[in-house]
């Protein structure tokens, strides 16, 4: 049946998308589309060293661990998925365990791969394994206020066990001859693995950064809520045996008047870069922006898994979505998860946008290049109960 062109532009001036009937997996054009912005309007400042002095103080304090340590320590099972999901393309997945699922104090929001950190090459292996990291933030209760930040390291290799471990995010404090940490209090709602720099981001800011290679060993067997230097030999987290300390901080900047809210992160290998968007509601939320969200890509420096000192944006969307959780980029195509439509946009500049059927309580998306296999998009969902981590095939959701 046919639209009237009369409502199909009131539909697209009230932001509204205007679709066939959709089956699950099956493309809908969609009405409304991105626009592109001023990228010269978005800027970034990068401070890699600020943690030295205090970093280097911890070191001294504290056993070094790698990856490959952390993960010859790992203590939780990973298990099969057993909801059914209905993706088309669904290529593999997982659950954490009973706990983890059914945990209303911590939930899951970012994800991000070793393949994003090192590429295709070697199997997608950082320090010997193939790695899946989710990222979590942390409530005092399960209606509480947030109190940390964490991420999960998920072997994903047929040659380890099915295990997983925790690491505690952490900011230095104190001072060198007494160093210390705190907690990092973010939503964690995105994460982006570059080489040895983990990008998180903090909503309001821009983005913390960690270095995989300088996680830490603290002692255990204190309170749940210790936290930090206890004496010169003795350093609590949370119970946690390993923490991973901020480097730097990377403070975005615009002179559009509105400030972005980092509210999730990608790594585009093909486009060296990072892009990020905003969770905004179209109207009636009081916890979030009430305006059209926004899109934007800040390169890294040239042949380096850094950012300069100062970085301009090259690309920058409005977009006609609402409620994104997440966001991925590779080779010039868009993937954005609305948790509010539950669907997943695609959209390149030449075809226009697409819309697929996706999960309830869809977070984030990491691109996964493979050489012998079809890519996928990874992704991963929040609710209570369901906190299912899966891949598609990328073709399946490609317009």
């Not at 993937?335 to 669907?343: Q, R, V």
Request: proline fraction near 5%; hydrophobic fraction near 35%; include cysteine.
């Amino acid at each position: 049946m046919s639209i009237p062109a009369r409502l199909l532009r009131a539909a697209v001036a009230l932001g509204v998308t205007v679709s066939a009937a959709l089956v699950a997996g099956s493309p809908a054009q969609a009405a409304a589309a991105p626009t592109a912005l001023n990228a010269g309007q978005f800027t970034l400042s990068a401070n890699y060293t600020k943690y030295n002095a205090l970093n280097t103080a911890l070191a001294s304090k504290l056993p070094a661990v790698t990856v490959s340590d952390v993960m010859d320590n790992a203590n939780h099972d990973r298990q099969a998925i057993t909801d059914s999901l209905n993706l088309p393309g669904y290529s593999t997945g997982f659950q954490f365990d009973d706990t983890d699922v059914g945990d209303c104090k911590n939930f899951p929001q970012g994800i991000t791969t070793s393949r994003d950190a090192v590429g295709t090459a070697n199997s997608g292996n950082y320090d010997g394994h193939q790695l899946i990291l989710v990222s979590w933030y942390t409530k005092d209760a399960c209606d509480g206020d947030s109190t940390r930040s964490r991420i999960t390291l998920v072997d994903w290799d047929a040659t380890y066990p099915n295990k997983y471990r925790k690491i505690l995010l952490v900011e230095p404090t104190g001072t060198a001859a007494a160093p210390s940490f705190k907690d990092v209090v973010v939503h964690a709602g995105g994460v982006s693995w570059y080489g040895d720099y983990l990008y998180v981001a903090d909503t309001g800011h821009g983005m913390r950064v960690f270095n995989m290679a300088k996680m830490l060993q603290t002692s255990t067997g204190g309170t749940a809520d210790q936290i930090g230097r206890q004496n010169d030999t003795t350093y609590y987290a949370h119970n946690y045996a390993y923490v991973l300390p901020q480097v730097g901080t990377i403070t975005a900047a615009t002179t559009s008047g509105t400030s972005l809210a980092w509210s999730s992160i990608s790594l585009d290998r093909a486009d060296p870069s990072i892009v990020m968007t905003e969770y905004t509601c179209s109207s009636g939320c009081t916890s979030y922006p009430n305006r059209a969200p926004r899109a934007v890509r800040f390169p890294f420096a040239s042949g380096l898994t850094t950012f300069a000192a100062s970085t301009t944006a090259t690309e920058a969307l409005q977009l006609p979505w609402y409620k994104l959780n997440g966001v991925a980029s590779h080779n010039s195509r868009w993937w954005f998860n609305s948790s509010g439509d539950k669907k997943l946009y695609y959209w390149t500049p030449a075809a226009g946008p697409s819309s697929y059927a996706w999960v309830s309580g869809g977070e984030s998306i990491s691109y996964w290049e493979d050489t012998d296999e079809p890519d996928l998009l990874w992704s991963l969902q929040e609710p209570v109960g369901h906190r299912n981590v899966f891949a598609v095939n990328q073709a399946s959701y490609d317009g």
